[in-house]
């Protein structure tokens, strides 16, 4: 749906759904989640204020009342600076934690995460190199957002078929139908 450009608050309850999933089945695993990270970055945020703001627009779409019983929630403001925009960070975060719980990653979502760091240079660690992702993605952060999008899509179908990356063992093989049953699998087998 991302790459289509459909429905962004889809995408946003999706991603943050399967993003609160993930980042509580990482630790399971003895690793940290990309939480964690954000924590070490901005000692400023706790858990729960980290939460609050990746969650924002997603309970906005599903709550209708406060944690107060009978209260209405008033998201008026906040929904009406919601946009597809929203949906980066959460994808970027959801996929990885993925890779960390996973060790691999779709092709696609690997095309997005180097997409992710193109555009967003300023959010990642000042140590973290960019060459790579800057040859993938030259001069991207100039374009509108309707044409960054429509490059990652390209590169997507053109990367999806490339045996070097197929091949690679960080590539997650398969249908994403297919890892989301082995997920649930994992998610099965940590809780016994």
């Known amino acids: 749906m991302f790459l289509r450009d459909q429905d ?19 630790p399971q695993t003895g690793r940290e989640p990309f939480a964690t990270s954000i ?16 969650n924002q627009y997603w309970n906005a779409f599903k709550h209708l009342y406060s944690r107060k019983k009978g209260i209405l929630r008033n998201d008026v403001e906040l929904l009406a600076r919601f946009s597809d925009v929203q949906n980066d960070g959460a994808l970027f975060i959801g996929w990885t934690d993925y890779m960390t719980l996973r060790r691999k990653m779709p092709v696609s979502a690997q095309v997005f995460d180097a997409w992710y760091c193109a555009i967003y240079e300023e959010k990642l660690h000042p140590t973290i190199d960019l060459c790579a992702v800057r040859r993938v993605f030259p001069g991207i952060r100039a374009q509108e957002r309707a044409d960054q ?9 053109e990367w999806e078929h490339r045996e070097d990356i197929l091949r690679d063992p960080s590539t997650e093989p398969g249908p994403l139908i297919v890892q989301g049953a082995l997920l649930i699998e994992g998610i099965a087998s940590v809780g016994t």
């Open 149 to 157: 999008k429509r490059r990652l899509k390209l590169m997507v179908e």
């Open 8 to 26: 962004p608050v889809s995408v946003q309850c999706l991603a943050c759904g399967a993003g609160e999933i993930l980042d509580g089945l990482v």
């Open 39 to 54: 924590r070490q970055n901005r000692p400023d945020l706790d858990e729960m204020a980290i939460r609050r703001i990746r």
